[in-house]
């Protein structure tokens, strides 16, 4: 909460002082410099483009695990990488994982400015999951999502990558993700899924942060199967223990 106030009165100030972005990224470049160079290349060129002049895009180079070129992937991609930890990357060759955050929320709006000024890309998303509707959001991760996230959303396995669960993620990086497709996931467009069904996905990702379990006991939500199991387990053995009682009754009597 306090960070989104932080940002909204950032966002305010660049607003305000369009002279703010540029300082912002300026200092941006620094922690480049330090952190993000040796990977993404000079200016973010990409590391083949630290030879060659143009780098290549993200999808091609994922399985040399080489850092990508960041012209044009405009804030959106800079703000969910970092803010989910997954940049700086600790080693070329390894899945990005959400982690413990190296930079501090100044630093990294700073490099958030600075990846944003390599080229015209995409601004953060703010998504509305208030406005989407529950039930379509089901079908469509269903349909979409739940092959690689499973239908809670908890989290599976996939050839070559583990897809995270997804109760971590904040709405606005939920959205972001979608529109990227980090590593192995697959890129989300406008055309194919439009920004109202990603409102509903997004408030469905939400709902199973605390569904609203009706009385019992959620059991991991594994589903039906198991659930009913453990209702004959406990009924089996009410209906023992009943007999017991009964035939001591009967004995006695
Ligand atoms: C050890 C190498 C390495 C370091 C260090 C590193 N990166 Fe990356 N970066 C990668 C790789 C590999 C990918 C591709 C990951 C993927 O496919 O999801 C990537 C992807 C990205 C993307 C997504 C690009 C796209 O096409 O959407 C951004 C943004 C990014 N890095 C920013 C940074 C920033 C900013 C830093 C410094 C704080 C940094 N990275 C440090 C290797 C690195
Ligand atoms: C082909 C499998 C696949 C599909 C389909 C897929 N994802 Fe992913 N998703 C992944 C993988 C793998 C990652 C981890 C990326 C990384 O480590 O860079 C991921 C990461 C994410 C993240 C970031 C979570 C975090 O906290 O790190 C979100 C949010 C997300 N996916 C949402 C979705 C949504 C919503 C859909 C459906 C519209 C979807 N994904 C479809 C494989 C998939």
Redesign the pocket.
């Known amino acids: 909460m306090r960070t989104r106030l932080l940002s909204a009165v950032g966002a305010a100030l660049l607003l305000i002082l369009p002279g703010a972005a540029s300082a912002d990224a300026k200092q941006g470049e620094q ?2 410099g330090r ?2 160079v ?3 290349g000079p200016a973010g060129a990409g590391e083949i483009g630290a030879r060659t002049g143009s780098g290549p ?2 999808d091609q ?2 399985m040399e ?6 012209r044009g ?1 405009g804030a959106l ?2 703000d ?3 803010r989910t930890g ?7 060759g390894i899945q ?1 994982r959400r982690s413990r955050l190296l ?1 501090g929320p100044r630093e990294i709006d700073e ?1 958030v400015a600075y ?1 944003a000024s390599l080229g015209s890309g995409p601004a953060v998303p703010s998504p509305h999951p208030e406005r989407g509707d529950l039930s379509e959001g089901q079908h469509l991760f269903t349909e979409r999502c739940s092959g690689c996230h499973q239908i809670v959303a908890a989290g599976g396995y996939v050839t070559g990558a583990v897809p995270p669960r997804l109760q971590d993620a904040t709405a606005t990086q939920i959205a972001e993700a979608v529109r ?1 497709g ?2 192995v996931m697959p890129t989300f467009t406008r055309r194919s899924l439009t920004d109202a069904q990603l409102n509903s996905i997004i408030r469905y990702v939400e709902y199973t942060k605390n569904p609203n379990d009706r009385g019992g006991w959620s059991l991991g939500h594994v589903g039906p199967v198991p659930e009913g199991l453990v209702t004959w387990f406990f009924a089996a053995s009410v209906l023992v223990a009943l007999c017991m009682l009964l035939g001591k009754r009967l004995r006695r009597g």
């Open positions: 922690l480049y952190y993000c040796m990977c993404h895009a993200r180079k994922v695990g080489a850092g990508p070129s960041l992937v991609a800079a969910f990488y970092l997954y940049m700086p990357l600790k080693r070329t990005p930079l490099l990846v990227i980090p590593y």
